[in-house]
């Protein structure tokens, strides 16, 4: 499978814990995107990068959400201290620079905070 | 700031019809690209259709094409002959120019729509 993955699937934790996402671009993709999609709604943005630069958080990325992008290839967010807001499903996606048409999608990793 | 509006929450039409959701968009940037996508139950999302500002001919793919009104700020979906398949959330995005840098990038952020549900009846 070439597309973009993540993992896990689901999480279910426990208001206060850190839980850690991951996501695999396709492999020749330098731009990656996380979005958050509440019930209901369409995905908003939350963070870019350029290989591993971060080049823009949005302000919905508060202080416990943190992203990292270590070598240009697979990404991880992670949310300290999740709160039940923080419920949603999380979406990376993956570009290639200079193919602007086109923005590929993970599966997402749907997150329940009890 | 940029904006994309889907006033239909729902949708239905029937096996084998053809069905037009709508999009508007608001924008002061002159280069922007519009997109269409498809997440099913299972909450992938699936890209359909892309159309850029400058392009002149209306997008399409396959049973997919894109009726773009620019002076309206309008960039519709038409599913020609739906299938029981087609029956999802149906999202439009738009593709904003970046302000992260002096000169603004376009580096494929997009802002969604509310997204319009299509329930395809047999």
């Given at each position: 499978?070439?597309?973009?993955?993540?993992?896990?699937r689901?999480?279910?934790?426990?208001?206060?814990?850190?839980?850690?996402?991951r996501?695999?671009p396709?492999?020749?993709?330098?731009?990656?995107?996380w979005?958050?999609?509440?019930?209901?709604?369409?995905?908003?943005?939350?963070?870019?990068?350029?290989?591993?630069?971060?080049?823009?958080?949005?302000?919905?990325?508060?202080?416990?959400?943190?992203?990292?992008?270590?070598?240009?290839?697979?990404?991880?967010?992670?949310?300290?201290?999740?709160?039940?807001?923080?419920?949603?499903?999380?979406?990376?996606?993956?570009s290639?620079e200079?193919?602007?048409?086109?923005?590929?999608?993970?599966?997402?990793?749907?997150?329940?905070?009890? | 700031?940029?904006?994309?509006?889907?006033?239909?929450?729902?949708?239905?039409?029937?096996?084998?019809?053809a069905?037009?959701?709508?999009?508007?968009?608001?924008?002061?940037?002159?280069?922007?690209?519009?997109?269409?996508?498809?997440?099913?139950?299972?909450?992938?999302?699936?890209?359909l259709?892309?159309?850029?500002?400058?392009?002149?001919?209306?997008?399409?793919?396959?049973?997919?094409?894109?009726?773009?009104?620019?002076?309206?700020?309008?960039?519709?979906?038409?599913?020609?002959?739906?299938?029981?398949?087609?029956?999802?959330?149906?999202?439009?995005?738009?593709?904003e120019?970046?302000?992260?840098?002096?000169?603004?990038?376009?580096?494929?952020?997009?802002?969604?729509?509310?997204g319009?549900?299509?329930?395809?009846?047999?």
């Amino acid at each position: 499978d070439t597309g973009v993955s993540q993992d896990p699937r689901h999480k279910i934790t426990k208001r206060g814990q850190n839980v850690t996402f991951r996501c695999d671009p396709i492999s020749e993709h330098n731009r990656l995107y996380w979005y958050r999609q509440t019930l209901g709604q369409g995905p908003e943005f939350l963070t870019y990068f350029q290989n591993e630069a971060q080049l823009e958080k949005s302000r919905l990325l508060s202080d416990r959400f943190s992203a990292e992008r270590p070598k240009g290839s697979f990404s991880t967010l992670e949310i300290q201290r999740t709160e039940q807001g923080d419920s949603a499903m999380y979406l990376c996606a993956s570009s290639l620079e200079g193919r602007s048409n086109e923005q590929f999608f993970g599966p997402g990793t749907r997150l329940t905070v009890l | 700031a940029q904006k994309i509006t889907q006033t239909q929450p729902g949708m239905f039409v029937q096996e084998k019809e053809a069905v037009t959701l709508d999009c508007t968009y608001d924008t002061s940037d002159q280069s922007y690209g519009l997109f269409w996508y498809k997440q099913p139950s299972s909450g992938e999302m699936i890209f359909l259709i892309y159309q850029g500002s400058y392009d002149e001919q209306n997008a399409t793919e396959g049973r997919y094409s894109l009726n773009f009104q620019k002076a309206r700020k309008s960039a519709n979906l038409v599913i020609s002959a739906s299938q029981l398949g087609d029956s999802a959330m149906y999202f439009c995005a738009m593709r904003e120019v970046s302000r992260y840098n002096a000169g603004g990038t376009s580096y494929g952020k997009l802002t969604f729509g509310q997204g319009t549900i299509l329930t395809v009846h047999p």
